[in-house]
């Protein structure tokens, strides 16, 4: 089946530094992909659609010169999180479509911040 | 605005037991709806997607159903083993945008 891998898995970082996580389609092309964050005994929330070529769509409440999207080909988006800070630390996962309207998701990227 | 409710939130139950959990969404026109698998730490499995033409889809032990009209679907998991211990998820997708809105999930214990 089609795979989503994400880097790196885990990170910690000290506040004010920024961190990129990298989300690819390893076997199947993706124009679309999607990022969630996961806060400790919570759902995902949807962040920001990434359309390959064009800039990303993000949801409200969510500040887009803070998590900062590039969708440069059709298997890798990039997330990064602007001038990190404790707040920010949460599980983030994202996910590709693929056929039969079925999203793949990557195992997550828990961060840290310090 | 589609919003997603799972409930319980919480559920343990012993081994062997056959069980339901529910999700509701507010609006019916929703698109898809699939239910995840989440391990603790861990990213998300896809455990079964009922399309919008579709009523229920079943794979092993596991058989989801969809019922547009009242808002409703459930998870149906038959003889429950400790391996099914996990939090589950129930996301529906509003339109053919692949974007998806996530229930608050089900944490399921099963006890040997």
């Known amino acids: 089946g089609a795979v989503v891998s994400q880097h790196p898995s885990w990170v910690i970082c000290k506040s004010g530094t920024s961190v990129k996580i990298e989300c690819r389609s390893l076997d199947f092309q993706a124009t679309t992909m999607f990022w969630y964050r996961q806060f400790p005994k919570q759902s995902l929330m949807l962040m920001a659609t990434?359309?390959?070529?064009?800039?990303?769509?993000?949801e409200q409440g969510v500040e887009k010169d803070k998590f900062l999207i590039n969708h440069a080909s059709l298997t890798l988006s990039t997330l990064t999180v602007t001038s990190a800070h404790p707040e920010d630390s949460s599980f983030y996962i994202c996910?590709?479509?693929?056929?039969?309207?079925?999203?793949?998701f990557g195992p997550g990227t828990r961060l840290l911040v310090l | 605005k589609q919003e997603v409710t799972q409930i319980p939130a919480a559920l343990s139950v012993p081994e062997g037991e056959n069980l339901v959990l529910n999700c509701s969404f507010t609006d019916s026109a929703i698109y898809n709806l699939q239910w995840f698998r989440q391990d603790p730490g861990k990213g998300l499995t896809s455990l079964l997607l009922i399309q919008s033409s579709q009523r229920e889809q079943t794979s092993g032990r596991l058989n989801a159903s969809l019922d547009k009209s009242s808002g409703r679907s459930t998870l149906y998991i038959a003889a429950s083993q400790p391996g099914d211990s996990a939090t589950y998820l129930c996301a529906g997708e509003e339109d053919s945008s692949y974007k998806l809105i996530f229930g608050s999930g089900t944490r399921l214990l099963v006890r040997p």
């Open positions: 990434s359309n390959e070529g064009s800039k990303a769509t993000y």
């Open positions: 996910s590709a479509g693929g056929l039969a309207e079925t999203q793949y």
